[in-house]
């Protein structure tokens, strides 16, 4: 009973509208499901956290919803309270375990796959983040595309079409998912968590206006650790050489927030070049008074360059370069790049100080 309560309690809002900033996608949906016209397999790809997973789930409840609304779900049938518990027997959704998608799981929806479904009209299989499918994974799933069950309907949620085999892409209708515009997001932030204004903004901008992450971080944590990031790139210089590879350091030690901090230190740099073109622009502005002080002396070319670093960094790390390595080098060249630091001797007493000397 308190069960039931719950559920009606954390009722669902699938219909398009309630998927935030993606527009263009839950149009498309709704035609086909106008039309009653659902391709057996669809591929949503697009960034973390922007909707995908929740649409998938959508469409899976609408297709099998009692009573829908248009065409979309209700929410409050027993069908579509068994989607929402998770425990409708015609939803399959698959799910990482620990880094990917193995073999056992697909077999498993295989298995499934040959009865008829127990409920619905419909079956849904939803397997998220398909691009950690291994390749056995990845093959087995082909072979379901291949023949797929009559009222199955499959939907992969991946970042991009290039992550997936492309006969796995080419039998998917593929429908793109956009980051949400910042300004709806900071909108959600203000409603939803009670952020002011700067602070939505900031983490808006942070999380690339991916809308789930923002809503799941702590923002009062992330804050403190954003305002850490920044005082200390803000602080950066050649004079102290250890405080250098100290925040390189504590950087690649929290593998979990490495590509976040770069990103942070990214929109940096960009508020640095903005206090010269359209201060108006800057987005760290509780930060105002520091970016200006970081703007005088340095032309536009010597921060597009550090811009410049900071990409090269997270691109070497995404290959799988050595973490602190790379930070070590963006570092450098975010502080050699310095106008305060130009003196030969500071240079050479650096680089012999570096781990890249080879000490
Ligand atoms: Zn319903």
């Known amino acids: 009973m ?108 295989s298995r499934q796959l040959r009865f008829a479904p127990l409920e619905g009209n419909w079956r849904i299989v939803i397997i998220n983040d398909a691009q950690a499918m291994t390749l056995e994974a990845s093959n087995a799933i082909l072979k379901i595309l291949e023949e797929p069950p009559k009222g199955t309907v ?33 909108k959600v932030l203000m ?13 808006a901008v942070a999380v690339k206006g991916s809308l789930g992450k923002a809503l799941s971080v702590d923002a009062e944590k992330w804050s403190v650790w954003r305002t850490n990031i ?56 509780d930060f105002m008074t520091k970016i200006e002080h970081a703007s005088q002396g340095e032309t536009i070319n010597e921060l597009l360059e550090k811009v410049w670093s900071v990409y090269a960094a997270q691109t070497a790390i995404s290959r799988n370069s050595n973490p602190r390595l790379v930070l070590e080098v963006m570092m450098m060249r975010l502080c050699l790049g310095c106008q305060a630091v130009t003196s030969q001797k500071v240079r050479g007493n650096f680089l012999k100080r570096s781990p890249l000397a080879g000490n």
């Open 230 to 285: 920044l005082e200390q790139i803000a602080s950066l210089s050649i004079k102290s050489v250890q405080p250098i590879f100290f925040f390189a350091d504590v950087l690649a030690r929290d593998k979990d927030k490495l590509v976040d901090a770069l990103d942070l230190i990214l929109t940096w740099f960009r508020d640095v070049i903005m206090s010269k073109i359209s201060p108006e622009r800057i987005i760290n502005k």
């Open 2 to 109: 308190s069960g039931g309560l719950k559920i009606r309690q954390i009722q669902m809002r699938l219909e398009p509208q309630s998927v935030i900033g993606q527009e263009r996608p839950v149009r498309r949906l709704t035609k086909m499901l106008e039309k009653r016209s659902i391709p057996h397999a669809l591929l949503f790809t697009g960034a973390d956290g922007i909707g995908k997973q929740k649409t998938a789930k959508g469409l899976g409840m609408a297709l099998n919803c009692l009573s829908p609304v248009g065409v979309w779900a209700c929410g409050k049938c027993p069908s579509c309270q068994k989607v929402i518990s998770g425990c409708h027997p015609d939803m399959i959704t698959v799910k990482l375990e620990g880094s990917f998608i193995k073999i056992d799981q697909v077999r498993e929806v």
């Open 154 to 186: 499959i939907i992969l949620t991946a970042g991009q079409t290039t992550d997936l085999l492309s006969t796995i892409v080419s039998r998917c209708q593929k429908i793109a998912f956009r980051p949400i515009p910042y300004e709806k997001v900071t």
């Open 191 to 203: 409603e939803q968590k009670g952020l002011d204004r700067q602070m939505a903004t900031t983490l």
